[in-house]
């Protein structure tokens, strides 16, 4: 089992920056990618982006964030994090953190094994 809890949302207005983060438990060691997700108000569930385990530069994004979110983590932290910037009100959504111990690459939610309970983001015009 892999735990993880997510924090750091909040109310921030058009064209400012909020930072996420995800702390992982648990048995970790299992975990090959972690991902982000949000989910508006009305709307499924979307892949925002995903980091290997291993960090460094093995990141891949959609292309509604791709320049603006920054996927990260700190392995000795069992963290991973969210940095966005230039936010505008359809980045608004509740924030989820996943993780998966089957697909280097996973973007989809079925791909993913464990959740967090989310972090809402509001972004404001």
């Known amino acids: 089992q892999v735990q993880l809890v997510e924090s750091g949302g909040g109310l921030v207005q058009a064209g400012g920056s909020l930072r996420l983060s995800c702390a992982a438990s648990?048995?970790?060691?299992?975990?090959?990618?972690m991902g982000w997700f949000r989910q508006a108000p009305g709307k499924e569930r979307e892949f925002v982006a995903v980091i290997n385990w291993s960090g460094g530069s093995n990141t891949y994004y959609a292309d509604s964030v791709k320049g603006r979110f920054t996927i990260s983590t700190d392995n000795a932290k069992n963290s991973v994090y969210l940095q966005m910037i230039s936010l505008r009100s359809e980045d608004t959504a509740v924030y989820y953190c996943a993780a998966s111990t089957r697909f280097l690459w996973p973007a989809t939610m079925n791909q993913y094994d464990y959740w967090g309970q989310g972090t809402q983001v509001t972004v404001s015009s």
């Open positions: 648990g048995r970790t060691f299992s975990t090959y990618a």
